[in-house]
């Protein structure tokens, strides 16, 4: 990978070594799954459950794309959902809703690295 490329990402909150370790070293297929983080509809389904006030799909939601970051390695997404997906297990809207400006930078910042990969 071009060290332009990897610092792209990694601004992005993407730990590039690991998801590396996480593809077996393997960049295309790597690459390739990153690409279709994009067309993810998680965050999306996030967002009107909690427009809803919708607690158990908003927590339906935020852990799919919790799985989804810590998986790919989107690390700074999954760290702000972690304590989200905690508390909308709990049913705690508000809490869950004053973490959503930060879920939707990293969220952002990724989907923007990644478009157009595969």
Known sequence: MEEAAKRRLEAAGIDVDDALGRFLQNEALMMKFLGRF??????????????RGDAAQAFEAAHTLKGVAGNLSLKR???ALTPMVEELRAGD?????????EAELWYSRAAEALAGLS
């Open 93 to 101: 809207l508000a809490a869950a809703a004053a973490r959503m400006d």
């Open 38 to 51: 994009p067309a993810d509809t998680s965050f999306s389904r996030l967002q009107e459950a909690m427009e």
């Open 77 to 79: 997404l999954y760290e």
